[in-house]
């Protein structure tokens, strides 16, 4: 079922638990989601967002080749999420970061520094943002955190 993430059809207290990956962070507005989020939960919420060293408020660059789900508009560092959370009227129970994207071999670095010196000769703006957070054009990290209601 497709729906708006910030006004959904779905009765309050509908779910008794919600998963929640990767949306978060592509959101106009979200707190406005996050609020929808605790009105149709009965109990909690697993959020799973990239984890990224310092709070991004990205400028739109649309590009017609990708989807429109595929820009982010938000992508938050563990202090700024830990306060939007509070808007919303949860608590945090637990959070922890799982490292996905760390070059250990020597194949592995070779792809990132590759990488690394052809985003740095195309320019890329959004690359220069975020450069120490990805490893060839991935997030290295995401951080999980398990929201409970107040």
């Known amino acids: 079922m497709q729906c708006d993430a910030e006004h959904s059809s779905f009765r309050a207290g509908s779910f008794d638990n919600i998963l929640y990956f990767e949306i978060l962070e592509h959101l106009k507005n979200p707190v406005g989601a996050l609020a929808e989020?605790?009105?149709v939960a009965a109990r909690s919420i697993l959020i799973y967002?990239?984890?990224?060293?310092?709070?991004?408020?990205?400028?739109?660059?649309?590009?017609p080749d990708w989807p429109v789900f595929e820009h982010h508009v938000f992508e938050f560092d563990d202090e700024d999420f830990k306060n939007?959370?509070?808007h919303a009227g949860f608590r945090i129970e637990r959070s922890f970061t799982v490292?996905?994207?760390r070059p250990e071999t020597i194949r592995e670095r070779i792809v990132f520094l590759l990488w690394d010196l052809i985003q740095r000769v195309r320019k890329d703006p959004q690359y220069k943002d975020n450069r120490k957070d990805l490893f060839a054009?991935?997030?290295?990290k995401f951080s999980i955190y398990f929201l409970v209601k107040e």
């Open 37 to 39: 989020l605790h009105r």
């Open 49 to 63: 967002i990239p984890s990224v060293s310092g709070t991004n408020i990205l400028p739109c660059r649309y590009n």
């Open 84 to 86: 939007i959370v509070t």
């Open 99 to 101: 490292d996905v994207m």
């Open 137 to 140: 054009g991935c997030f290295r």
